[in-house]
């Protein structure tokens, strides 16, 4: 395989890693609490070619004396994109939609015997039961929520009504008496690159991160105070559709170009072949 062929197949096998990434953002378009991912190249090392000097020009060359050949290129990294989406009003009184970048719900997930603390932006919650008559607020997938202390909010099964107000508070309504039982606790990305996907809008602490920096560097807990969301609402996918569609068509573009270079150099093979 020449330097050509190799450039293009390398750059071919990165581009088709960012049409699945454009791919993924689109599916997920409608998809509460879901965040945009960017995908950035960065080029791969290149090689020094050095060029024989002109034997009838005692003084060398004019020209450059070398040529740097470059690999191709590879997709250097894929961050997430934490601005705020829009809210879509639902009138639930359990949805609720975080208002201040970087915050994010605590939800608690087992995995393999192993309970681990994930963080999501999706604020649908749900109500499961338990046992003792009691039911736990949970998100779509059964997991539980994270309320003061870190632990799951569990209430009292017998109850009229429930809402989660802006504060983070849940008001429990029983015999025409409102009482708060329970406290969201939110959590803010200090470093949301440190962030990784979890499957199902969940993110978690890429085990780098925990190696590298203490875990109260990373993401810090947010006095409740300082909760701000919007009840009766959820916040929307922060994916621009248009400009995926354009990246998607730039992308197959450059994947074509890369495949036309393989067919050409394949066509002048053959015809250097042919000469007698």
Known sequence: MTRMTFQAAVTMGQLQKRLDNIGNNIANVNTTG???RDANFSSLLSQQINTEPDPTNPEGRLTPDGL???NGAKLGHTNFNFEQGSSKVTDRN???ALLEDNHLFQVAVNENGEEEVRYTRAGNFYLTPVEDDQVMLATSDGNPV???GGEPVVLDDNMD???????GTINVTRNGVQAVEGQLEIVEAVRPRLLEAAGNSLFRLSEQSLENYPFDEVINGVGLADVNMKSGALEASNVNLAKQTTDMIETQRAYQFNARTISMHDQMSGLI???R
């Open 273 to 275: 072949n042919q000469l």
């Open 34 to 36: 879901y965040k945009n």
């Open 146 to 148: 994270l309320g003061a």
């Open 68 to 70: 740097r050949v470059g």
């Open 94 to 96: 359990l949805d609720v």
């Open 161 to 167: 009504d429930l809402k989660i107000e802006e504060n």
